[in-house]
């Protein structure tokens, strides 16, 4: 609005030119278009409520801290209210009062006028800012914001929090509110809000609603785009990070996480082995039955008992420049057979195929399996303990290895045994009944794996989880160092999730 504009310039307090020359810092053009937007919003006292959906990494954090500068630095004289909400204390909220820290610090109109009292309120003359949790526990009913309610990470604050506790700060005031966030489920508070300020878009032309993807941050900042093609590199284009934190893609809350598409990128080309080959590289993937899963009748009902399951593949570390590929060869599969058994018989076929690594379940029962593998093999056995947060982590980089194309299965042919078409079919199997749920939350958690009493439509038969499971602890072994051709031999991949920590 011209008038707007006029009055800020006559102050001179333009958004852009004061944030530009007062803290040395300069908006890009889609953080401008927000800026503008949300302080005519406050200033007009117009309540708007806006949605703005960032690719990760792009900003979105920075213009908050800026905002808020801002409209201290104009509200200065008046009593004057804008209230911070995150999804947690630490590390989200404490990393929002460092930035706006910075923020004031650099400032060269409040650099020495602003305080801090209580440990999270910062003060311009009579206006402020509080910053809040919004995590399901936090106490924060009571607090009042009568400029600006700016709720963080929006994704990831349940709806009701929002509704019983964070909404009526606002209420009174008819304060403008800002719902930022990154894409995740279609069924969260940014989700809905986008929603209804979509509507309401469509109903008086007034923008509310801006969804960025990496591309339209990369054509203003190119090395943005070199990083987002790293990331599509590692986790591959249809990994949910990607599309989510990347390319601003909604995906389901639930569903199958096998479909179609995904498990033809596990199909190779290379053939099975019987035994290994000279001069190549073999890890080893086990996954260990329940206690009461051993020894049971292998007739009728429990003959397709969840079994202990191994994974061999051979390690590929040229397939791309910086990761390994994994390329499964063979699979082998026990049902009532005693762990002190299988001991012996691991020991052979880890000697047998020289296996540089074996990731072990070492959950429950399998810890004693375990440990007694550890004792003969050493390092090169990797504990695994299944909790709610591993097997998420775990699912996560197992997606990453699928969608990247770095986990490979055989191509079976009659010129092997039809053992390896069983097996493979079984796994094959497992994939189009797993089934996923994500949990609301910042920690991104997701639960997997085939559900109880699962059957396969054509044979009838009980489906398990076995191979899955055995197949997805190759991608534990991306923690590990490998060493490669070349003066910088040692390559370490990076957890999936790592990019998103401290956001």
């Known amino acids: 609005m011209a008038d707007l504009d ?12 004061f944030v530009r020359h007062a803290s040395g810092l300069k908006l890009r053009g889609y953080q401008e278009a927000v800026a503008r937007a949300v302080v005519r919003s406050v200033v007009e006292h117009q309540g708007l409520s806006f949605v703005v959906i960032f690719p990760r990494q792009s900003g979105k954090n920075e213009l908050q801290a800026q905002l808020q500068a801002y409209l201290l630095t104009l509200f200065f004289g008046q009593r004057a209210e804008i209230v911070q909400v995150s999804p947690t204390w630490k590390p989200q909220t404490m990393n929002a009062m460092y930035r706006l820290e910075a923020n004031l610090s650099g400032n060269l109109v409040v650099k020495d006028r602003w305080e801090k009292h209580y440990g999270h309120v910062y003060q311009v003359g009579s206006a402020r800012v509080t910053f809040l949790s919004g995590s399901p526990t936090a106490n924060i009913v009571g607090a009042t914001a009568d400029l600006l309610l700016s709720v963080d990470e929006a994704q990831d604050i349940q709806a009701d929090k929002y509704d019983k506790e964070i909404a009526p700060m606002a209420a009174s005031t008819n304060a403008t509110r800002v719902f930022w966030g990154t894409a995740w489920t279609s069924n969260t508070l940014l989700a809905r809000e986008e929603k209804a300020a979509l509507a309401l878009q469509r109903a008086d032309g007034v923008r509310r609603v801006w969804r960025l993807t990496c591309e339209d941050v990369a054509r203003e900042v190119p090395a943005y785009g070199a990083f987002v093609a790293n990331q599509v590199g590692r986790l591959g284009r249809n990994h949910p990070m990607v599309r989510t934190q990347y390319y601003s893609e909604d995906i389901d809350a639930q569903g199958g996480l096998f479909q179609p598409q995904r498990i033809s990128r596990l199909r190779g080309l290379h053939p099975p082995e019987e035994k290994p080959q000279l001069g190549r590289i073999y890890v080893m993937a086990l996954d260990v039955a329940g206690e009461d899963e051993e020894g049971q009748d292998l007739t009728g009902e429990a003959s397709r008992r969840d079994a202990t399951a191994l994974t061999i593949a051979q390690v590929d570390l ?18 009532g057979v005693k762990h002190t058994e299988l001991y012996t018989q691991l020991l052979t076929t880890a000697a047998t195929w020289k296996a540089k690594y074996l990731v072990c379940d070492a959950t429950g029962i399998g810890a004693g399996l375990t440990s007694f593998l550890a004792r003969s093999l050493g390092a090169r056995v990797i504990p695994f303990v299944f909790s709610g947060k591993s097997k998420s982590d775990l699912g996560w980089s197992f997606l990453a290895l699928v969608d990247s194309g770095r986990l490979i299965d055989y191509a079976w042919d009659e010129a092997h045994p039809v053992a390896f078409k069983q097996l493979q079919d079984l796994f094959f199997s497992q994939l189009s009944h797993c089934h996923y749920e994500i949990q609301p939350g910042p920690e991104k958690r997701i639960q997997w794996g085939v559900p109880d009493g699962s059957r396969d439509l054509s044979s009838g038969e009980l489906v398990h989880d076995d191979l899955l499971i055995s197949a997805a602890l190759l991608s534990a072994l991306d923690q590990q160092s490998w060493f490669l051709p070349g003066p910088t031999a040692i390559v370490q991949a990076a957890d999936p999730l790592d990019d998103m920590k401290g956001f």
């Open 318 to 335: 040229a397939a791309q420049s910086d990761l390994p590929t994994y390329r499964i060869v063979q699979r082998q599969l026990w049902t």
């Open 6 to 17: 006029r009055l800020l310039i006559k102050l001179g307090l333009d958004v852009v030119p």
